[in-house]
């Protein structure tokens, strides 16, 4: 693999709570454990990283203890920053609480990662072969959104670019947002937010319009449904939908941002999309049995899994085009 992914989104410091439930409003709950750990898009910097990409960090770091700490877990994952620091804010923080049924909620700090600009973002050259990954917690900040937007179309038009709206899709102006779909190669979402961008549906129909409407240039989308996998319907009209892996989860945080690192890693290699789909399937039902956001597995774990594992019910069923 001779590419890299230039991931340009924002990466922070999580706070992780496990609790048994989310306290109603007005009391406390006591959490059974406490972790702080590297979150944000470090999760799906890892993914790519563990199954054999080279990950090179093309966001801002802070200047304080938190950017320290995220620093040092890049350097243990072999992840180079591009970029020097900010030399007045922090890198952000996030609380998570983590519930027993394996749900997460959060509450999040904008820190140096949430202001971007061109004259920031000089260092980060994208060369043939290279993958540019962002995310729209980005495009959510006022400060970065229209520094990150220009530099993404301004890519080389060979580049491909992976994008993956988040939860916070509803903070990114819609004509930003649809400058960034006009540029995106692949686009990654859940339902949710496939339905926010093309309008409510079934998950084909929406994958439909997702490439008709709003990303012209797009290989294919992918959107993903927890544990029952994921649908890719391709530029070409042939889509599947290819199922998920039976597993006990014990903490769905950063599962989606695996599937996006593992999806696109497989992919710089040449593994066809369907294909990379149920690698990345695999990625993530592994990652929910672990604790913790960057749990992503490796490259031979992944492997191993798929050897022993049966084929999902109902494997995937491939569309044609035109279907």
């Known amino acids: 693999m001779s590419g890299r992914l230039v991931h340009v989104g924002s990466a922070v410091v999580d706070y992780v709570y496990r609790i048994d439930a989310l306290p109603a409003p007005g009391m406390e709950k006591t959490a059974s454990s406490f972790a702080q750990v590297a ?22 770091l802070g200047s304080g203890p938190n950017g320290d700490f995220l620093r040092a ?21 996030c609380v998570a609480m983590i519930s027993s049924d394996a749900e997460r909620t959060f509450v999040s700090w904008p820190g140096a990662e949430s202001v971007l600009s061109l004259d920031m973002m000089a260092p980060v050259a994208v060369a ?54 006009a540029r995106t190669t692949w686009l990654s979402c859940n339902t ?7 309008g409510p549906g079934d998950v084909e129909g929406l994958a439909v319009r997702l490439l008709g409407d709003h990303c ?26 290819v199922a998920g892996f039976k597993v006990t989860a014990i903490d769905t945080n950063g599962a989606g941002d695996t599937h996006i690192g593992a999806f696109v890693s497989a992919l710089a290699r040449g593994i066809p999309p369907f294909e990379a789909a149920r690698y990345a399937n695999a990625a993530a039902a592994i990652s929910v049995t672990r ?27 491939t569309q044609k085009a035109n279907a």
């Open 39 to 60: 979150g944000g898009g470090f999760n799906m910097m890892v993914a790519a990283s563990r199954t054999g990409m080279r990950v090179v960090f093309g966001g801002q």
């Open 73 to 93: 877990a890049f350097i243990a994952e072999g992840i180079e920053t591009l970029t020097p620091p900010s030399p007045v804010m922090d890198s952000g923080n």
């Open 128 to 181: 043939p072969g290279d993958w540019v990954f962002t995310s729209g917690y980005t495009l959510s900040y006022p400060k970065s959104r229209d520094a990150l937007t220009d530099w993404i179309e301004a890519l080389p038009a060979g580049i491909p670019f992976v994008f993956d709206p988040t939860p916070v899709i509803t903070d990114i102006p819609r004509p930003i947002l649809s400058r960034v779909l």
């Open 192 to 198: 949710t937010e496939a339905a926010e961008i093309a």
């Open 216 to 241: 012209p240039k797009a290989a294919g989308v992918v959107i993903r449904s927890g544990a029952k996998g994921c649908h890719i319907r391709l530029a070409d009209g042939t889509a599947q939908t």
């Open 291 to 317: 604790h913790g956001g960057s749990s992503a597995p490796t490259d031979h774990q992944i492997q191993t899994f798929l050897s022993h594992a049966a084929d999902p019910a109902g494997a995937g069923r």
